[in-house]
């Protein structure tokens, strides 16, 4: 197995400018808890109503996460953090070959090509621990999101149906998944 924490790397946006894609640091706590609670907030992106957990939380969740098992990267644009994602691997016997990911950016830096190089960042980890197959939930109306998994390569696998109320109406859950190549 390769080193799972992937060097930081640059990319650029749709505009040609640069971004960057590190992992978390325990400092990075406060502002992904604000990024969760935002993006819960707006109740059309994520399942979560909020972050769940205070900022000293996720800051302990960074520093003692194990790096084999998750997986938890910041993309920085100008010197401000624009958003994150999440990965988790299996970790039974029968599920180790699989991870799932959850991802988001703040409103003003959506749009602009980031959540490309965080998703490839991320897959780049995958790769490195062993994962096999990605997968992930999306809510059927987030046309943006699952643009860019089709973009990357993920394929509709299922469609849970009227798995969400979001605000006042029933909405399918689809996952998608990847299987990464060598
Ligand atoms: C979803 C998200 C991570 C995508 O990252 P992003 O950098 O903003 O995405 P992009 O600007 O590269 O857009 C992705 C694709 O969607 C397309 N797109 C944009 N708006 C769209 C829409 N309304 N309908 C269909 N496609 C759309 C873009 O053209 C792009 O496709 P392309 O690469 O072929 O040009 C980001 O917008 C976000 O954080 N959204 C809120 C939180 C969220 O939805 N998280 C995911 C939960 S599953």
């Known amino acids: 197995m390769s080193d799972p924490i992937q060097p930081p790397k640059t990319y650029h946006d749709r505009q040609g400018n640069p971004y960057w894609v590190r992992d978390a640091i325990p400092d990075d706590g406060p502002i992904l808890v ?3 609670t935002q993006v819960g907030l707006e109740e059309i992106y994520i399942a979560d109503d909020g972050a769940g957990l205070t900022a000293e939380q996720e800051s302990r969740l ?17 010197g401000q953090v624009a958003g994150s994602l999440e990965m988790i691997r299996g ?16 409103p003003e830096f959506r749009s602009r090509g980031l959540g490309r190089g965080l998703l490839q960042q991320a897959e780049a980890w995958a ?33 849970r149906q009227a798995q969400y109320l979001i605000q006042g109406v029933y909405v399918d859950e689809l996952w998608m998944a990847k299987w990464l190549s060598s």
């Open 62 to 78: 960074i520093e003692q996460r194990n790096p084999e098992v998750q997986c938890i990267l910041v993309v920085e644009q100008k």
């Open 34 to 36: 604000d990024l969760l």
């Open 127 to 159: 790769k490195a621990v062993g994962v096999l197959k990605v997968s992930l939930a999306v809510f059927a109306t987030n046309h943006q999101a699952r643009a860019l998994y089709r973009a990357l390569g993920y394929q509709e696998e299922g469609r």
């Open 91 to 106: 970790v039974m016997t029968k599920n180790r070959h699989t991870a799932i990911f959850g991802m988001a950016l703040f």
